[in-house]
């Protein structure tokens, strides 16, 4: 042994002393371990703040001066901002790809669709909206190059022309948005459209963001302009329909113009909102008349915020294995966070040596502070300034992932809880440390990238300079000369089936990176700070799979599992690690100062078992034989029936028990099919009852809402009654049918029930009757003053439902859901065309009479 017995035990109780108390029981070193990693994000931020201070004081009086400012489309085919500058001589027009709500925050006046803007105002974000013009979705098709007959949105993939659209996130939204209104009308989707494009992208005549193809998806006053300037564009409104839009200012102050507005307007081309046209302009005017005003913004704002992820997987074929929108590129970074933090728990859970628990929580530490900065750089949109040095923190988790490395390969061979480093790893460190400087101070060099900050487009249009290949240099010679340390000092027990995999990742990194920097698509398109944390994770776990790093996770296995009661403590006797078996005995001081006194022999721990003790490196080794084999020898026939008569209570207990969970099993599935079949209508209750202050029409949203509940009531009602009996009395769907039609009264929609039953109904057609009502009352709340006359009758040995609106009902669809489960149960649903403006709804069931089952 390495040091001296201690005969004399220590006088406390060692039963819960364990490798984490032990760590609990010294705070600074608890600290150190667990609360270091959570401090990186705090750093970065300190340093941003100190070092923007300048850059942020700026910012705030760019924001005063945007007081004077109207951000105009940056729209190669508009001479909007050339007009505005006339009327309003005071304010100075600048032309960008607009965010407005950015722009609005900052004091600033912005051109703007309605779509965004009643919003706005409905929110308000903004407080004043001066619509000016109509932005009408057309078709422009370059007579001077093409005879392609055009006249629908149909005709544009057997044109077998190049058609060129805008594809920023607004114009894709509105344009796309205006072929669904014609492919599908007023409810429409995407799909339709992202199917047409589609096609086009397939033959290689989709053209993004160019003017330049024959045939143009664009606005109407882009073609107007088109032609001012000697192009041969005919107009197409499409025979399908398209959509047209308000544009104007979105401002915060009140505006004062200076000229004639319309005036100005009609002499630069533009149709106003009243729908006139200066004369010589739009020369397919009459088309206009069935073109559709955008009225529901709220249905296009859900459907169309879609667009541009649609537009790039489906069509653009760009982004197919990163995020194509905000919304993912946001999901994506919580998922991996998720991954993350279970990773570190798992990894450090199956470690047992406290600096390589530290080295995994560091790691989890700096991936977690990587994709918490990088969630606050995207929430940051006032001051560009703090935006770039939030960006340029990044790589201080990228270049401290390495040298944790490093670290670990360096106290590897030494004892648990030598944390210290020796000196060429600190000079590394602090070299690390003055370039990640360099990085962050890039703003007054740019020696790590060279960029022009007023440029609206630096976050895409900037280099590499000799700053950020040093720092990539150091991080891969500080991740090789990591890896190669470990290969050194654990030598003896590598798996070397698996030695390539840590290279081949490492090439793998390498590559990826050589492809972000010369802006490769693959690489360039993906989120850097994810995929690096997958190589971390993948490089981290294969060097702990092929022996690089020692983990006991199977040590403990062997103990738990083993038959043998066995314990191994350190030299003060607390437990290190112990079997299953030997867990249940409770050592005491005394009993241990005995074992070791007369050791090797054993001493009696209690009636059945001896206990041995013997002497391991840092420790003891402790171990029980249990006797009772031979005691039970010697034990009389009394004692074995009362063994019996204990294993019957055991049994009848057990029986109790298991009776009882069978009863609790059967109640728990019960309550889930009850809830399966009910949650999602609980969710849209839910969200109703939310969304109730915002919407319009609060009478008829209320009704919505107690015919949901009068429906969830019911339907919970018939679910049990499901499971109860086979048959419902003819009278009581009448009276659910009655309920709901009272309730529907309030949207208002008048309902009548009439019943000519003459046999009960079976329960379960009964429930989906009840379904398929209260599926038409539904829609029938949204239409305005709907009557509907509801027949429920037996015929021809079948159960009917007939429901008779008053108004074309073509609209109406029934839950897909409920459509299934209807023909699950055999029955049958029609639609009936009565007369030329009526339509009928039939549902039936087989049964009735004695045909009940």
Wanted: hydrophobic share 50%; with cysteine.
């Amino acid at each position: 042994m390495a040091e001296t017995l201690n005969p004399t035990p220590p006088h406390t109780d060692m039963r819960l002393q364990t490798e984490a108390s032990r760590q609990y029981a010294n705070p600074r070193r608890f600290v150190f371990t667990t609360a270091l990693p959570l401090l990186y994000p705090v750093f970065v931020l300190c340093c941003i703040f100190l070092i923007s201070l300048g850059g942020c004081a700026s910012g705030l009086s760019a924001m005063a001066a945007e007081a004077g400012v109207v951000w105009c489309a940056n729209d190669e085919y508009s001479v909007y901002g050339d007009v505005v500058s006339v009327l309003l001589p005071t304010h100075a027009v600048q032309y960008r790809a607009v965010r407005p709500f950015d722009q609005l925050a900052q004091g600033a006046a912005v051109e703007a669709f309605d779509i965004q803007a009643i919003p706005a105002l409905e929110a308000h974000i903004a407080a004043y909206w001066y619509p000016h013009y109509l932005a009408t979705v057309v078709i422009a098709v370059d007579r001077s190059r093409t005879e392609a007959n055009i006249s629908s949105w149909s005709n544009l993939p057997d044109a077998e022309e190049a058609v060129g659209m805008s594809t920023t996130i607004v114009n894709s939204e509105m344009l796309m948005g205006a072929i669904a209104y014609g492919l599908e009308g007023e409810g429409f989707r995407l799909d339709k459209t992202v199917e047409l494009l589609a096609a086009l992208g397939e033959k290689g005549h989709f053209v993004a963001d160019s003017f330049s193809p024959p045939i143009l998806i664009c606005f109407d006053y882009q073609a107007e302009e088109m032609i001012r300037r000697g192009s041969d564009m005919e107009i197409i409104i499409p025979a399908e329909g398209t959509l047209t839009y308000e544009k104007g200012l979105l401002s915060n102050t009140e505006l004062v113009f200076d000229a004639d507005v319309d005036g100005m307007l009609l002499g630069a081309g533009f149709r106003l909102v009243d729908g006139r046209a200066a004369e010589g302009f739009y020369s397919n005017a009459a088309a206009y008349a069935g073109v559709m005003r955008m009225k529901d913004y709220r249905h296009f704002a859900t459907v169309c915020q879609d667009a541009i992820r649609l537009l790039r997987q489906n069509v653009l074929r760009i982004r197919l294995y990163s995020s194509k929108d905000g919304r993912q590129h946001q999901l994506f970074v919580m998922v991996y966070m998720i991954i993350v933090v279970a990773w570190v728990s798992i990894t450090t859970y199956r470690v047992l040596r406290s600096d390589i628990r530290l080295s995994v929580l560091l790691t989890g530490g700096l991936l977690l502070g990587w994709s918490i900065v990088r969630l606050i750089k995207y929430q940051v949109s006032v001051a560009e300034v703090v935006d770039r040095h939030l960006w340029y923190s990044y790589y201080l988790f990228q270049m401290a992932l390495p040298l944790v490395l490093l670290w670990l390969a360096c106290i590897i061979d030494k004892p648990d809880g030598q944390i210290s480093s020796p000196t060429w790893y600190r000079a590394v460190a602090i070299c690390s440390g003055l370039v990640f400087f360099l990085i962050l101070t890039n703003d007054l060099h740019f020696l790590a990238f060279p960029l022009d900050p007023g440029n609206p487009n630096w976050t895409t249009d900037y280099g590499y300079g000799p700053v950020y290949y040093v720092s990539l240099a150091i991080s891969f010679l500080s991740l090789l000369a990591g890896l190669g340390l470990l290969i050194v000092k654990s030598r003896g027990q590598i798996r070397k089936a698996g030695l390539l995999l840590p290279f081949a990742f490492i090439l793998l990194l390498a590559a990826y990176c050589y492809g972000y920097v010369h802006r490769i698509p693959i690489a360039w398109e993906s989120d850097l700070t994810m995929v690096v944390a997958v190589f971390a994770f993948f490089v981290y776990e294969t060097i702990i799979r092929i022996g690089l790093i020692p983990v006991n996770s199977r040590y403990a296995a062997f103990f738990s599992h083993s038959p043998l009661g066995i314990q191994i403590t350190d030299l003060s006797g607390a437990i290190a690690l112990q079997a299953a078996t030997a867990a249940a005995y409770a050592l005491r001081a005394d009993t241990f100062a005995a074992a070791l006194a007369s050791s090797p022999s054993p001493v009696q721990f209690d009636e059945d078992t001896l206990l041995f003790v013997s002497g391991v490196t840092g420790g003891y080794m402790l171990w029980y034989e249990d006797i009772s084999d031979l005691n039970r020898l010697h034990r009389d026939m009394e004692e074995s029936v009362r063994n019996l008569e204990v294993a019957n209570l055991v049994l009848a207990e057990e029986e109790k028990i298991r009776r009882a969970l069978d009863a609790e099993n059967a109640r728990t599935q019960l309550m889930s099919q009850l809830e399966t079949e009910i949650t999602n209508h609980t969710v849209r209750l839910s969200t109703m009852i939310e969304q109730l202050e915002m919407v319009m029409d609060k009478p008829k949203a209320t009704a919505r809402i107690m015919l949901l509940l009068c429906y969830l009531k019911r339907r919970c009602n018939l679910f049990f009654r499901e499971r109860e009996a086979t048959v419902l009395p003819r009278g009581e769907l009448t009276l659910y049918l009655d309920e709901m039609a009272e309730i529907a009264a309030f949207s208002p929609v008048q309902v009548i029930v009439a019943d000519s039953l003459t046999w009960d109904i079976p329960v379960r057609f009964a429930t989906l009757l009840y379904d398929f009502f209260y599926n038409v009352v539904y829609w029938a709340t949204w239409l305005d003053d709907l009557r509907i006359l509801v027949f429920l009758a037996s015929e021809g040995g079948r159960i009917l439902l007939r429901m008779l609106p008053s108004e074309d009902a073509h609209s109406f669809r029934m839950d897909r859901g409920l459509e299934a489960s209807i023909a699950t149960a055999g029955g049958l649903y029609e639609v009936k065309d009565i007369d030329d403006d009526a339509v009928g709804f039939v549902l039936s069931f087989p049964g009735g009479g004695d045909e009940i089952v």
